[in-house]
């Protein structure tokens, strides 16, 4: 049985795939696979907040002043 990117084991053939699907939406299995984030992702949702917390005031504003022209400047 193929693995999927994750691991998990899905059907090979299409018809095999679609009823899997269907015995997930109806109830009748439980999907095995995890919503597990990857580190990166997990790290990836505080990277902005702990960026700006380490900038200084005139710097931030250096960059949005920059973001700002690139956007209004077309």
């Known amino acids: 049985m193929p693995k999927g990117p994750r691991g998990e084991k899905r059907p090979a053939d299409a018809i095999g795939l679609a009823v899997m699907i269907g015995k997930i939406a109806t109830g009748e299995i439980e999907d095995e696979r995890d919503d597990v984030k990857s580190a ?21 504003a250096e960059i949005a002043r920059k973001a700002a022209e690139k956007r209004w400047g077309k």
């Open 40 to 60: 990166a992702a997990a790290l990836g949702s505080k990277g902005g907040k702990a960026r700006a917390a380490n900038m200084t005031p005139e710097r931030r």
